[in-house]
């Protein structure tokens, strides 16, 4: 049996490496994992505290409208309840988004490097894929606005970008949007918005209703701790969630994930918390790169992108066997670099320490 062309050698998801895993691997007792971009501090204890009652309706089917959530969520941004979409995880709108929009003979443009399911979704629909070079690190929009053609359906914006972490501003993507064509749905990622300080940041809601073919993502898995309860959504123009209901699978977000991001949303205060924390953490990691003479790019998410001199499938192995788990990827093109997670302040001491003994051992070929 052979999978239909497009399938064919598609690379499979590598997720970070599980805890448990690691720990049985190597014999540790404690393992810090920085590599999923999850949340350090868990989720709010007002959501474990109510959430668990839910579990009683299991056996009926979770409400497909997500009612509860869609009016909780419509008042928390100020916004019509009729924008909004959920997903299972906003990975599912990934897939709903090429689902709906692509073909062969159609191609979605997006940056190298990015999110790699937005690739993935692309080729399975038999999509071209057209690739743009990051700028520092940073999507290069003008030049993202060039390769745009009347055969692009879809253009990725991931903003903040992953893995590098960067932003581009409001003014930015609002000169970029000016370029692109009615015909090419605009989406952007933020599924680290929440994280983000920099008051230059896109207020992407504002942007709707001048630009119809825009559609904005966000998640319960990052800022909110939700990640294995799986919802995400998306914010756009009720025509084009039209479209992308008829591909949704009727039930596609669990009546436990519904109930838990209702409960989320009502404590912002752990929100905020954890954003405070972030803030200190990138400081903290920075801060120590800055001594030790690494570069990184300037983060605006709970992840930094480093480069530390020394190949990265060394450091990797080097801090697993020290019982923590980072990210590297030999298709992101930089071949020191590492993508971390910001921990609490103790992971990221430990991940410090343990980088720069390394460092110091085994010394470094270039110096960046
Ligand atoms: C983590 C992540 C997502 C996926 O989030 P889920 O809601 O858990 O599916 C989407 N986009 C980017 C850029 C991410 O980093």
């Known amino acids: 049996m052979q999978p239909k062309p497009t399938v ?45 009652p839910s ?38 709108l990934v897939q709903l988004i090429s689902r709906c929009y692509l073909q062969p003979g159609t191609n979605a443009v997006m940056a190298d490097v990015t999110f790699p399911r937005y690739e993935t979704n692309c080729r399975i629909e038999g ?103 799986r919802v995400g959504y998306g914010i756009a123009s009720p025509d084009i969630l039209t479209e992308l209901n008829r591909v949704r699978e009727p039930f596609n977000v669990n ?11 009502e404590d912002q205060s752990f929100v905020q918390d954890c954003r405070t924390k972030n803030t200190s953490g990138i400081e903290q990691l920075t801060s120590a790169f800055d001594r030790l003479n690494m570069r ?19 450091v990797f192995q080097h801090l697993l066997e020290q019982g923590i788990i980072v990210r590297h990827d030999t298709s992101w093109g930089f071949p020191t670099g590492i993508r971390v997670t910001i921990g609490s302040q103790e992971e990221n001491a430990a991940f410090i320490q343990a980088l720069e003994q390394f460092i110091q051992k085994r010394g470094r070929e270039r110096v960046l």
């Open 8 to 52: 064919q050698g598609l690379p499979v998801y590598q997720p970070g490496k599980p805890i448990d895993e690691v720990k049985r691997e190597y014999g540790l007792q404690h393992v810090i994992k920085l590599a999923s971009n999850e949340n350090p501090f868990g989720c709010s204890p007002y959501v474990l505290e109510h959430l668990l």
């Open 55 to 92: 579990a009683k309706e299991a056996a009926l089917y979770p409400d497909g409208a997500a009612r509860e959530l869609r009016e909780q969520m419509a008042r928390h941004l100020g916004i019509e309840e009729g924008q909004l979409l959920f997903g299972n995880g906003s990975d599912e």
């Open 127 to 229: 999509a071209d894929v057209i690739k743009v070079p990051l700028k520092d690190g940073t999507h290069d929009l003008d030049a993202m606005a060039q390769a745009v053609n009347d055969e692009t359906k879809v253009v990725w914006l991931c903003n903040p970008n992953n893995p590098t972490g960067t932003m581009v501003t409001h003014d930015d993507v609002v000169q970029f949007l000016d370029q692109i064509p009615s015909s090419a749905l605009v989406v952007m990622d933020e599924a680290y918005v929440e994280y983000v300080t920099d008051d230059r940041f896109p207020d992407s809601l504002s942007l709707l209703s001048e630009y119809p073919n825009l559609i904005i993502l966000r998640t319960f898995s990052k800022i909110y701790g939700l990640a294995s309860l």
């Open 255 to 265: 009546a436990l994930a519904q109930r838990a991001g209702v409960l989320a949303l």
């Open 296 to 314: 990184y790019f300037p983060s605006q998410a709970n992840f930094v992108f480093v480069q530390t001199g020394v190949p990265s499938e060394e």
